[in-house]
Nanobody
């Protein structure tokens, strides 16, 4: 059973930083891409950043230059380093993967990020 467990959310002032972690289990971590999504109240869930199995990355325009996604295959963990946070980054952040051997999508439970102005 694939499980994704996020941590690292919290309350931070604008301009501050947070690092989110997503620990994966039940899958062959190194062969799967992963992504971070977020959903703000009243808005659709959006892809923030993703990373392929060979560590190629993409970002939504609004976070380029501020957020960095990375992975540690030895720890089965993907990270999202968030710097220069803005109030509009406030959302629940979710970890996601499409597991390539089972061919199913999985989500974590989400972690709340709140940026105060």
């Amino acid at each position: 059973q694939v499980q994704l467990v996020e941590s690292g959310g919290g309350l931070v002032q604008a301009g501050g930083s947070l690092r989110l972690s997503c620990a994966a289990s039940g899958m062959i971590f190194s062969i799967n891409g992963l992504g971070w999504y977020r959903q703000a109240p009243g808005k659709q869930r959006e892809l923030v950043a993703d990373i392929t199995s060979d560590s190629r990355t993409t970002y939504v325009e609004s976070v380029k230059g501020r957020f960095t996604i990375s992975r540690d295959n030895a720890k089965n963990t993907v990270y999202l380093q968030m710097n220069s946070l803005k109030p509009e980054d406030t959302a629940v952040y979710y970890c996601n993967t499409f597991e390539v051997t089972i061919r199913r999508q999985y989500w974590g439970q989400g972690t709340q990020v709140t940026v105060s102005s």
